[in-house]
């Protein structure tokens, strides 16, 4: 298994990054389901970079409690300043989320979130982590997924395409990141048991965030 990608030093830049390139498309595509986080009581966030999701979504439930896992040091560390006086709601795990394993507890995760997350990782990687957060979520668990994705037709081949190779080709001399296509992501949600409920877009679809669940009649996967 390679290496995680080492996003140490764009932590305190990390966010102007953002803006210049993106502007505030990437944060709409963070809270396109914000209200519906609100009455969540366990939350696990992975890979949330600086940690400006995480703040809004303590800030707008004062009851939730995360755990977030990240390989990179720095942003955890950015993330919990962010969190201000809600840090002690927070567990950080400083872990590759491909072996990374939920604690045991006996109350499941009602909250999954991976912002612009799922693109560092290979197809199976991405089956392979939705089987195992699958047996760590409770029946009514949301799984809100923000991604790039290549829409259809002359936008996803002009633009959307090479504007994302760009991008893998930029992080990848930045942060050492192997990965250089966007993963099959929803055929491994599907194939864990989760199922699409609701989708929203930005740029002509070039970003998107959705919002999956499982069937809570479904038992979990073996």
Same mark, same amino acid.
């Given at each position: 298994? =390679?290496?995680?990608? =080492?996003? =140490?030093?764009?932590?305190?830049?990390?966010?102007?990054?953002?803006?210049?390139?993106?502007?505030?498309?990437? $944060?709409?595509?963070?809270?396109?389901?914000?209200?519906?986080?609100?009455?969540?009581?366990?939350?696990?966030?992975?890979?949330?970079?600086?940690?400006?999701?995480?703040?809004?979504?303590?800030?707008?439930?004062?009851?939730? &409690?995360?755990?977030?896992?990240?390989?990179?040091?720095?942003?955890?560390?950015?993330?919990?300043?962010?969190?201000?006086?809600?840090?002690? &709601?927070?567990? !950080?795990?400083?872990?590759?989320?491909?072996?990374?394993?939920?604690?045991?507890?006996?109350?499941?995760?009602?909250?999954?979130?991976?912002?612009?997350?799922?693109?560092?990782?290979?197809?199976?990687?991405?089956?392979?982590?939705?089987?195992?957060?699958?047996?760590?979520? !409770?029946? !009514?668990?949301?799984?809100?997924?923000?991604?790039?994705?290549?829409?259809?037709?002359?936008?996803?081949?002009?633009?959307?395409?090479?504007?994302?190779?760009?991008?893998?080709?930029?992080?990848?001399?930045?942060? $050492?990141?192997?990965? &250089?296509?966007?993963?099959?992501?929803?055929? !491994?949600?599907?194939?864990?048991?989760?199922?699409?409920?609701?989708?929203?877009? &930005?740029?002509?679809?070039?970003?998107?965030?959705?919002?999956?669940?499982? =069937?809570?009649?479904?038992?979990?996967?073996?």
């Amino acid at each position: 298994m =390679n290496q995680p990608p =080492n996003f =140490n030093r764009l932590a305190r830049l990390y966010r102007w990054m953002e803006l210049v390139s993106f502007g505030s498309a990437l $944060g709409w595509c963070r809270c396109a389901f914000l209200l519906e986080m609100t009455r969540c009581q366990r939350a696990l966030i992975l890979g949330d970079g600086d940690g400006r999701f995480t703040a809004r979504l303590l800030s707008v439930n004062s009851t939730v &409690r995360v755990d977030a896992v990240d390989a990179s040091s720095a942003m955890l560390n950015e993330l919990l300043r962010r969190a201000g006086s809600h840090a002690e &709601r927070v567990c !950080s795990h400083l872990a590759d989320a491909r072996i990374w394993q939920p604690p045991s507890v006996d109350s499941p995760y009602d909250l999954i979130v991976t912002h612009f997350f799922l693109d560092c990782f290979t197809t199976e990687e991405v089956a392979k982590l939705a089987s195992r957060l699958r047996k760590a979520a !409770s029946p !009514s668990v949301m799984w809100v997924v923000s991604e790039f994705d290549l829409p259809e037709g002359w936008f996803g081949s002009l633009v959307a395409r090479p504007l994302v190779s760009v991008l893998y080709g930029a992080f990848g001399w930045m942060t $050492g990141l192997r990965v &250089r296509t966007l993963p099959e992501y929803r055929a !491994s949600l599907s194939g864990a048991g989760f199922f699409l409920q609701e989708r929203k877009q &930005r740029l002509g679809g070039l970003l998107v965030s959705e919002l999956w669940s499982v =069937n809570p009649f479904d038992s979990v996967l073996s």
